[in-house]
Every structure is written in C-alpha cells, then in structure tokens.
C-alpha cells in the first residue's frame, strides 16, 4: 500500500534528512485518509517498493520550490535559504498540494528517481593515479599511460571529469587548482602514490539506462531535487559539479552498461589504459546483466596487453558484519598485470574517505 511505502522511505531518510522525513510521514496520514496527496498520487497506486514513490512525491515538491513555484513551502527548505519549522510545515506543504496538485501528479507520474553524486570524483581520481602509475611499472614506461574512462551508470555525467576537480587536501591542492568546483575530499590518509603527476583523460563516454542531460535546466533540476533539501553542502557540490560539466560536456548515452561496455570494449587500444567504472550502480543491475558484464570485461582482459592494459576501477557497497551497515569500497583490478587491490573505504558519497591499500580477492 501507497501509505506505507512512504513510511518505508521516511524511515531509510531519517538520519539523513529530517524535513524530507517528516513531510513523508504526514504525507502517509494524508494518503490513507484520502487526502489530497491521494490525488497527487493517483496513478501510482500500484507502484512498488523499487520505483520508490515517497521520493519521487518528496522530488517534486522540492522541484516546485526550487523553481520558485511553491513559495508557501520554500521558508523551510534551506536549499532556498530557509529553515523547517516542524509545526506549520505540513500546513504550508497543503496549500501547495492544493494549488499544484495536477502539476505535482504529473511530476510524479514521469519521474524516474535519479542521482548523480560528484563526491565519488574524489575515489576515482586517487584510484586513476594508483592505476596508472601501476600500469606504466608493468610495462617498464617512464611515463604513466593517457586514459580512455568508460563509466557505466553514469547518470549525469559528473564524474566524468575527475581531473577537473580542485582537490584541498591539508593546504595542498590537487586537480585543476582553477576549477569552478572545488572539494574538500576528508581523506584520511593519501594515494599510493604522487598525485602531483599529470593525469590525462584522453577520452570519456558514459552510458545510463536513464541519462540525465545536466546541459538543460531541465537535468539540473531533476538531479538537484533527488537531493535531501537539507543537506546544503551536497546540494552546493551538485551545482558547482553542474557549473563544470556545462564548461566541459561529455556525452552520457542511453544503453544498458555491458551492451555498451561490448561495444567500446571491442577493440584493445594501444598506449591508453582503458578504465571501466562504476560506483553505486552494481545493486541496480540485473542478475542478467550482471553476469553479461563479467564476460564482457572477463574477455576484454584477456585480450589486455602491456601496452594496451585494462582496469576495472568501482566504488560500491559492501555489506559489512555490523546489522544493516554499509561500507563503500574502492576496487582495483588491472590486466594483463593480474594485480587486484581494495584501496580504501569511504561514506556513501565519497567523501569522507580513507586510503588503505590492501589486495583484494
Ligand atoms: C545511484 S545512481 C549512481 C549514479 C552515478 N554512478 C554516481 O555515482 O553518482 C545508479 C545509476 O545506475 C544506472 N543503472 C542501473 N542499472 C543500469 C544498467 N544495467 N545499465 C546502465 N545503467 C544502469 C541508473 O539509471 C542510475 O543512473
């Protein structure tokens, strides 16, 4: 039932965001006495767990706010510049549930719930220096190798351009120290190795089952609204991530990810190091495409050569001994070395994150 698939999710939002977790729980009270959330939700009467239709109804309202549309609501999402006062919140969340409420139906009913978290350029950018630096050892170059990166489930794009980033790092900066999106990445610890070197992405692609074009305002405020309202920070690093990727597009096209990994994997490219990752993606991948992309990539390994090598580079989550928790892991494997390492953990969106090499089997 529709009630109660919104206080699932306002349960799985509470240590993250207490306004979006209370406009859910009055929400549910609404839908099961036939409010007027019943009427924003008609049609999605029959939705499942997966389709998550408590954040898709929590997106676009946010939407509606940060579009200027819903100013009765906007005073308490600080995405704005508000503050949520608790006792007039659902009020206030009525009268636009009222005056939108055929606009807030159709937002629901198209929307697909998406995110793209630039946190995760802070991993991948440490994880491209160790693999190329390790690459260019197994084949006894001087230089490290140019890189190809291929994301799959790349959603917007915004962790395509991991070498454009400014890193601050203990009053040292690494990246592009000229860069419109600055990051604080809390490592504890630092990369295996000198992350001053010259990293070059010769070439990008990504594909998504749903890409999200980040160049229209219409993909900026699709992203921007899957964000908890009250987490600020993230919010901000959304937009300078946006700010930086609408400065350098890079393509995000739609296709399953082994389909596409088949076709840009099909040939071995010489004096590059091709790099496939992923992060936060693996869970949402069927078993059957799970298991085409292992062969896809298990055969392109075996056709890596030293001046041609492959790696496979993901950041995701691993359940761990305590009930219910996560850790995110970094992975490395690199072919034809056959060198397979965990490089560190991390929170959920990247950062804070802390380097410990390790192998990996
Ligand atoms: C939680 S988002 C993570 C997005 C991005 N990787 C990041 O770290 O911000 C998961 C993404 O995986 C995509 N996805 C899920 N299954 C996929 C598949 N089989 N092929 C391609 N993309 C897929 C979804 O559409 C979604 O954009």
Same mark, same amino acid.
């Given at each position: 039932m529709l009630a109660e698939l919104f206080l699932d999710a306002s349960r799985a939002c509470e240590a993250h965001s207490p306004l979006t977790r209370a406009l859910l729980v009055a929400a549910a009270e609404d839908l099961a006495r036939g409010g007027v959330t019943a009427r924003v939700m008609a049609g999605a009467e029959c939705d499942r767990h997966g389709t998550v239709p408590g954040l898709r109804f929590a997106g676009a309202l946010h939407r509606l706010v940060l579009e200027g549309r819903a100013p009765a609501l906007a005073r308490h999402y600080p995405t704005v510049g508000g503050e949520p006062d608790f006792a007039t919140l659902w009020d206030d969340a009525l009268t636009v549930l009222h005056e939108q409420a055929d606009e807030l139906r159709a937002l629901v009913t198209s929307t697909v719930v998406q995110t793209n978290e630039p946190g995760r350029s802070a991993p991948l950018f440490g994880g491209l220096h160790?693999?190329?630096?390790l690459a260019a050892d197994e084949a006894g170059r001087r230089a490290r190798f140019p890189v190809r990166l291929l994301e799959v489930g790349a959603s917007g794009g915004l962790n395509l351009r991991p070498h454009r980033v400014a890193y601050? *790092?203990? +009053?040292? *900066?690494? +990246? =592009?120290p000229g860069s419109p999106f600055a990051l604080d990445p809390g490592w504890t610890g630092r990369p295996p190795v000198d992350l001053r070197h010259d990293l070059r992405l010769v070439r990008r %692609?990504?594909? =998504?089952l749903d890409p999200v074009d980040v160049s229209t305002e =219409? +993909?900026?405020?699709?992203?921007?609204?899957f964000v908890w309202a009250d987490q600020v920070n993230r919010f901000a690093r959304l937009q300078a991530a946006i700010d930086l990727a609408r400065l350098d597009p890079v393509p995000v096209?739609? %296709?399953t990810g082994p389909e596409w990994l088949a076709e840009q994997l099909a040939q071995p490219e010489r004096d590059v190091l091709t790099v496939v990752w992923h992060s936060v993606v693996w869970q949402y991948a069927s078993p059957a495409d799970r298991a085409m992309g292992r062969a896809i990539? $298990? =055969? $392109? %390994?075996a056709r890596a050569t030293? *001046? $041609?090598?492959l790696a496979l580079l993901v950041y995701e989550p691993r359940r761990t001994h305590a009930a219910g928790a996560y850790e995110f892991?970094?992975?490395?494997?690199?072919?034809? $070395?056959?060198?397979?390492?965990?490089?560190?953990? +991390?929170a959920g969106h990247g950062v804070p994150f802390t380097w410990d090499t390790a192998p990996w089997d």
């Open positions: 160790t693999a190329t630096h601050r *790092v203990d +009053g040292e *900066v690494f +990246g =592009d %692609a990504g594909c =998504d =219409d +993909g900026r405020l699709h992203l921007s609204s096209r739609r %296709a990539l $298990a =055969d $392109a %390994a030293p *001046v $041609a090598p892991r970094l992975l490395l494997k690199l072919w034809p $070395a056959g060198i397979s390492l965990r490089l560190g953990t +991390g």
